[in-house]
């Protein structure tokens, strides 16, 4: 199955013109007010695509829930730098530092409300940040495939200095069995040698 961050397509609705057809929408373009999603999940990946593409994380800020049966009826999705958080906080004269914030009260989002039908629509959209935003490059995180292709690099990679260490090793025992061999002839050389002087010598006297 082809996924929705390899072809760039995803499939919504569009409610222009008071009709609702199925149709494609290339995840290139950014959320607009009305464009219609089949579920908050669905939703929710689109906004993290197109924040991944434009530079900026995202997270959950609020949900609402039915009165009647509990299910999720709305959902605010924004930037992870939505809000603020006090760095420190004094008491008396004693300061209580605190972790760094990342918040910097920023109001990018998207508001999504599930409709009669069922269908989840955007009905609000706020495009400008009030920080920079920094493009990820897709390679910072590999995907499965990417990670399985490097794992079967390697896994070749490693067989084959496995064979060259195997080979490596057979040369070895090949040669060490040649200096045996020619150890071996060499003493018997040097023994022959020193009997042969001592039969000299024994015939002399």
């Not at 935003?133 to 897709?138: G, K």
């Not at 025992?173 to 002087?197: D, G, K, P, Q, W």
């Amino acid at each position: 199955m082809e996924s929705l961050m390899e072809d760039k397509v995803a499939t919504t609705e569009s409610s222009a013109g008071g009709e609702s057809g199925l149709c494609e929408v290339d995840t290139n373009q950014e959320p607009y007010e009305g464009m219609i999603f089949e579920s908050d999940e669905a939703a929710k990946a689109f906004y993290d695509e197109y924040a991944r593409r434009v530079g900026f994380l995202t997270r959950i800020i609020s949900s609402r829930k039915s009165e009647r049966d509990g299910s999720i009826i709305s959902r605010r999705l924004a930037c992870n730098k939505e809000g603020f958080n006090l760095n420190n906080q004094k008491t008396g004269r004693v300061r209580i530092r605190k972790r760094e914030s990342k918040r910097e009260g920023c109001m990018a989002m998207i508001l999504v409300k599930r409709e009669k039908i069922g269908k989840w629509v955007v009905t609000k959209f706020v495009r400008e940040h009030n920080h920079p935003l920094v493009i990820s490059s897709r390679n910072s995180r590999p995907t499965p495939d990417e990670k399985d292709r490097k794992i079967r690099e390697l896994s070749t990679e490693l067989h084959r200095a496995n064979q060259r260490l195997a080979a490596c090793r057979e040369q070895l025992r090949t040669f060490m069995a040649y200096i045996e061999e020619h150890t071996e002839s060499l003493s018997r050389t040097v023994e022959n040698i020193i009997h042969n002087i001592k039969e000299i010598e024994s015939e002399d006297k």
